[in-house]
């Protein structure tokens, strides 16, 4: 186990929703189907949007019950609602009925589910199910609180019009990239804020440098180098809600059969390294190991080459802490370069500063 259990919170949603790019995630995982995968769980979202990819099941390892609380529901969802309906329950589009679609949802979920769930039930009626996380509170009060003394709602809805990458960089650099906008990232993504009122303060004990810095870098990369008008995660970030680009498992062309799959699903409250899984043929790790010190990070990337078969790939990424192979495993596995500056170039995920793919040997 790694010691960040000990010093940071799991009693409550901390995302509600994904905030890596399911599509980069798929992508990087190779062919795995018929085999057994292993997901970092958090929402749920890249450990459901897995199941594109045809495995035996997916494992959905998480510290937190209240996480898997949010897998639970998106599982009892599928099949219980339509594609429109459950893009209402998330809040992915407005509704006036999400009290009654949650009801719907958790008709056969578990009992500790249905009151986990009922007991937010404002939140979900006001927010949506993807938006009652402390991440989302944290970008909510971001889009519809401050956001407006630094850019109109014009220029906001402008950032997702389609464009050329020359028309996103002059836009970016004229009505966007101003000295209101860089003060208000310096003071709302500062490492004391962010720690405060969206992630666990303890996720930056192994991050070096500024993060509004960080902040401000990945911006201007997910407005110049990639197009808004696609990336779902900056559209909330920006507007509190999705526009029409959703995350993958969120689709109407993957709902069928995510729905017909559904029940690969295997929820697992624990570290990861402790799901009973072996001869496992991936990993979606997110970023778990740039909350570990190097030691911690080790211990666990060596459990976890010892529940992977041949061939199995690691995916994880890191935002601000530096972790790769830890140098006395690196004889074990291989670094896919080419997969990895694939999935750099589209990922819609725009704040993490790296992204790993890693094969065993």
């Not at 007991?119 to 009626?125: I, N, S």
């Not at 020359?166 to 003071?187: A, H």
């Not at 930056?204 to 110049?224: E, I, K, N, P, Y």
Request: glycine fraction near 6%; proline fraction near 6%; aromatic fraction near 10%.
């Amino acid at each position: 186990m790694s010691g960040i259990e000990t010093r940071a919170r799991f009693d409550r949603i901390r995302y509600a929703q994904l905030w890596e790019d399911g599509d980069v995630l798929n992508a990087a995982m190779g062919d795995v189907a018929g085999g057994v995968l292993v997901s970092i769980c958090s929402a749920g979202d890249n450990a459901i949007g897995l199941l594109l990819k045809d495995p035996a099941e997916v494992w959905a390892a998480d510290l937190s019950p209240a996480q898997l609380h949010c897998l639970a529901l998106r599982v009892a969802a599928y099949p219980a609602l339509d594609h429109g309906e459950f893009l209402e329950l998330m809040g992915s589009r407005p509704s006036d009925r999400r009290g009654a679609l949650l009801d719907r949802a958790l008709a056969d979920a578990p009992e500790e589910t249905r009151a986990f769930w009922q007991a937010l039930r404002p939140e979900v009626e006001a927010h949506g199910a993807g938006g009652a996380g402390k991440f989302e509170h944290y970008f909510r009060l971001f889009a519809r609180r401050i956001l407006p003394f630094v850019h109109s709602r014009r220029t906001v809805r402008d950032i997702f019009v389609p464009r050329a990458p020359d028309d996103r960089r002059r836009f970016f650099e004229e009505r966007f990239d101003t000295w209101r906008w860089r003060l208000l990232v310096r003071l709302f993504f500062s490492r004391f804020a962010m720690g405060r009122l969206g992630r666990d303060k303890a996720f930056f004990d192994q991050v070096d440098g500024s993060v509004s810095d960080h902040v401000l870098r990945r911006v201007r990369h997910a407005g110049v180098d990639t197009d808004p008008a696609a990336n779902p995660y900056l559209h909330w970030i920006m507007t509190a809600t999705h526009g029409e680009a959703l995350p993958l498992s969120w689709r109407a062309e993957h709902y069928d059969t995510i729905r017909a799959r559904i029940g690969r699903i295997r929820p697992h409250l624990g570290p990861v390294q402790t799901v009973p899984a072996r001869d496992v043929a991936g990993f979606n790790l997110s970023d778990i190991f740039e909350y570990m010190t190097p030691a911690e990070a080790e211990a666990i990337y060596a459990a976890i080459l010892d529940m992977a078969r041949p061939g199995a790939r690691l995916v994880y990424w890191n935002m601000m802490a530096p972790r790769r192979v830890p140098p006395a495993l690196a004889h074990r596995v291989e670094t896919l370069a080419g997969v990895e500056a694939a999935g750099k170039a589209v990922d819609k995920a725009f704040f993490y500063s790296d992204f790993v793919v890693e094969a065993v040997r």
